[in-house]
């Protein structure tokens, strides 16, 4: 699909909060369901985790999935199939929307093929699986029942090089971004693996990123990264301009409403304490978009999802001056 020549960025407004510390507890990631089921991955207090099921009306729908350790991602394939990384048994696991098991693959090691500690997945357009490597500091490519195809990347903080990569998306092109945990940085590489360029830098400033995680794009070829220790999402262009950030707006969901209203003792806590702080995420895991211009936030540390939706419009190169060979100002 062709990227807008530029774009005339109306604004990204808050839209609504779905889950709660009971349903979507610790979520690290979810996936979007053609009928509008949302596929929360969470994690346990402990080890463990599940795939809670839910949707726009912030219902609960079930547990699928069982036999997680320390699970990190999870994506769909064309056919519905959930596709799920879990750090600590260093597979990948496959599941359907009822939680059966279609089997996993991976073995741990350090060895073409091999995981230590996978983190961030996704598919490109022939449904190959990418996986961040991440303590092997190096992204791999599988066939989607995990026969490897490839790979690159080692261990530095050169470019091309990795420390601790976690997010990892595609473009239409077939461009491979990734999240460099311990660098603070994003990389783009072609479909070969050769480097194209790198964005961000460690701060908590425009631009800065503190322990990059899960990552994606949208339509328009905008990158959102999961900016984990500054508590935020950060908003980059398709060059890497940064754009914007998200630090949370949220409000309570109809499921958190609900349990509030039957608790009088819960019900004077939240009538005592200040509400700013309440809104703001906390440790956000993973961002995800849809077709509908969407936005998901993973927000961990609050045990929900913030939902913004995006208002964009694409411009031609008639209706927008080039880009200036030097800087100018304006005023609106």
Known sequence: ????????????????????????????????GNDGTLFVLNRSDGAGGEIRRTNWADEDLGTIGSGFLWPVQIIRDRQGLLYVSDEGSHKVTVWDREGKSHGSWGTHGPTAG??????????DADENLWVADTLNHRLQKFSNDGRHMGGFGSHGAAEGQFDMPWGVALDDEGFVFVSDWRNDR????????????QFGHSGSGEGGLNRPAGLTLDADGDVYVADRGN??????????????????????????????????????????????????L???????????GFLYICDFGSHRIQVYRKEAYALTDQEVWAVPGAPFLYTV
């Open 1 to 32: 699909m062709a990227k807008p020549y530029a774009l005339l960025r109306a604004g990204f407004p808050f839209h609504t909060t779905i889950g709660m510390r009971r349903v979507t507890t610790y979520p690290m990631d979810m996936a979007i």
């Open 114 to 123: 091999q995981l230590n500690r996978p983190s961030g997945i996704a598919f």
């Open 186 to 197: 994003v990389q783009k590489f072609g479909p070969d693996g050769s480097f194209v360029m």
């Open 231 to 280: 508590h935020r999402v950060a908003q980059f262009d398709r060059t890497g301009r940064y754009v914007d950030r998200f630090i949370g707006d949220a409000t309570l969901s109809k499921s958190g409403r609900i349990y509030i209203m039957a608790n009088p003792k819960v019900l004077r806590a939240r009538e005592m304490t200040t509400l700013e702080e309440s809104r703001r």
């Open 282 to 292: 906390r440790g956000p895991a993973s961002v995800r978009v849809d077709d509908k």
